[in-house]
């Protein structure tokens, strides 16, 4: 036990050397929310299927109009099954994390203390990067539901040489988060917000779904998975007996990156207020 308040007191002595001005100016930031997808197995619609979302962040306050803010956030994202085209009868999830860094406006001075205006809308943009894995569902030969991971088994022809265009995706990306909200000053360490923001990808296989079919025969001859990767790649015989895409039939629209959305409620703690009894005091100057 006094091992890990060693620990401790040594992890918070450097918040507590830092200036008056900076704690009074930052924040720690706790969001729950809801993360959606868009793209090829939603129709690139607006409102996918919502999944709850978390982060964690520090906001430090650059004036009354503007503020700098680092997160972390985890949540996951699905699709597909009704599939925005029903023929494909494809489906996926996947978790995504992100580390992300922007700069808010607020449309009127705000900060902790503020006498003058209560409430802002704002708007913010920046940059940031995400960690995602998608997978699908089926039921092997013995009955039994699992989720295998899509990526490794290059389901559009990626692991294949005869397709040298299509390289395998990066599970790792950059993404651009923007969006709007509206942040309530509820006390002078305390504040509430609500956003709803979009995170622009690098990507158009958030579902590993993105250009044509590549044919089963050359999938499950290609590959040491390959019955695996032609059986999900071309699921349609699932849901329509005996139906198979000819290879080059389009499988996606890869005119489009995929897209993330996150709407989410935070609560603000004001640093000088959390950690500011931490400073040592000063004796006033006679």
Known sequence: MKARLALLITLLLPIAALSQDFLDRSELTASVGFMQYMGDLNNQSLFGRPNPAASLGLRVRLNNRMAAALAVAAGHIEGGNPDAIELR????????????????????????????????????????????????????????????DLQPLGTEGQNLRAYPDRVRYSLNQVCIPFGVGVKFHVARWFSLSAEYGFRATTTDYLDDV??????SSALSSGQPDGALAARLADRSAEAFAGYVNAPGTKRGDDSLDDWYQLFTITASFNLDALFGWMRPKRCPVR
Do not use: C, I, M
Not at 110 to 134: C, D, I, Q, R
């Open 210 to 215: 993105s250009t044509t079919y590549v044919g």
């Open 89 to 148: 009868n494809l489906n996926f999830r996947s978790p995504v994390g992100e580390a992300t860094l922007r700069l808010e406006f607020n449309f009127v001075p705000y900060g902790h203390g503020a006498t003058e205006w209560h409430w802002t809308p704002f708007v913010f943009a920046g940059v940031g990067a995400f960690h995602f894995n998608p997978q699908t569902n089926y039921t092997d030969k013995h009955g039994h539901e699992q989720w295998v």
